[in-house]
């Protein structure tokens, strides 16, 4: 499973957390999320949100082969992963763009560029929106959020995690870098993203 696709039925997601336990395994943690946003529980919230995030990135790093530092029990720094897997991210696309072009396949680079466009916007929304995940989760007197002040922290994570999958409805996959060492393609399990990461040969010395 290496470098093949991720179905994501077959990973872990959270659900239902205690702050001393951890989470909880099940499907709907997007749904969890929303309602603690609703009743106004922002620390169970603000942990679930993390707790989300940390298992999509791990999930992403997966997909990805995304290099990130080997943590003992799985006790990964979402900041650590974030910037592991969107640093791999953007390198993987530009590496697809810059095959796209030695093969003169316009609309697959004018396709990657969009998807570049919206990918760097929400990580650098979501770059800037993150500190405040943190100190909400832990009890702390001096740090006063709201449900609100959380809900631009949960569109930037959705629409950075979004940027990492297959817009067409029912796939959702993310896109996953296949051909082990030799990463052959980025590609998502439906089908509509199949983008060569090779360059056409005798023009990999022109464009780099
Ligand atoms: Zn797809």
Request: include cysteine.
């Amino acid at each position: 499973m290496r470098s093949g696709l991720i179905d994501k039925r077959n990973l872990t997601e959270f659900q239902g957390w205690t702050l001393e336990e951890g989470a909880i395994v099940a499907p709907d943690g997007w749904e969890k999320l929303e309602e603690l946003l609703k009743v106004g529980d922002v620390p169970h919230a603000a942990f679930a949100l993390r707790r989300l995030l940390e298992a999509e990135l791990a999930e992403a790093c997966l997909a990805l082969a995304a290099h990130v530092r080997y943590r003992e029990q799985g006790r990964y720094d979402s900041g650590e992963l974030l910037e592991g897997v969107t640093a791999r991210f953007g390198d993987i696309l530009r590496k697809a763009r810059a095959a796209a072009e030695t093969w003169s396949r316009q609309s697959i680079v004018q396709q990657i560029d969009a998807r570049l466009a919206v990918f760097q916007d929400a990580r650098a929304v979501l770059n800037q929106q993150l500190w405040i995940v943190n100190p909400t989760v832990h009890y702390n007197p001096g740090h006063d959020v709201h449900s609100n002040d959380l809900r631009p922290v949960v569109e930037a994570t959705r629409n950075l995690l979004n940027s990492l999958r297959c817009a067409k409805p029912g796939c959702d996959s993310i896109l996953a870098v296949v051909g082990g060492n030799d990463e052959q393609m980025l590609k998502c399990k439906c089908g509509e993203v199949g983008w060569t990461l090779e360059k056409r040969k005798g023009q990999a010395a022109a464009a780099s």
